[in-house]
């Protein structure tokens, strides 16, 4: 529950959760629209299930669009469902290595900090630095 928890304020600080909404409308209203051009879509379920079709790529071909209005509003949410199926987990990956890295730059803004005051450490905080510095290296040799 706590990675979806930081997933969406991830989405909302970045923007992405309206890219999100708006995809979501853009799906209602194009089911909507479906039901009322296509003569084979007779139920907003069924048009739904037909959007779902074409915005996962599946295309079970169970229902077709056969209208021109149909056809176009099925190129819009194919386009858009791509787009919006590479955008957010970008979002969500980019701001997950600027964490990383701000981490990291913390973590060595404290070593190099620790390492300043060297004469003035305990013989705790020296072995602490020494153990920190053996895992790095062992680390970086893997």
Known sequence: MRKSRIMWN???RTGADKLLYGYLVLLLVISFVIVLVEPDIN?????LWYCYNVLSTIGLGDT???TFVGKVLS?????YSILIIAVIPGVITSFYLEVIK???NES???FLYDLERLPELSEK???????KVKKFNKNRHR
């Open 10 to 12: 991830v989405l909302k």
């Open 43 to 47: 139920t907003y379920f069924d048009g």
């Open 64 to 66: 077709i669009a056969v």
């Open 75 to 79: 190129i819009i949410l194919s386009v």
């Open 102 to 104: 701000l981490r990291t």
């Open 108 to 110: 060595m803004e404290k």
């Open 125 to 131: 905080e020296l072995g602490e630095i020494s153990e």
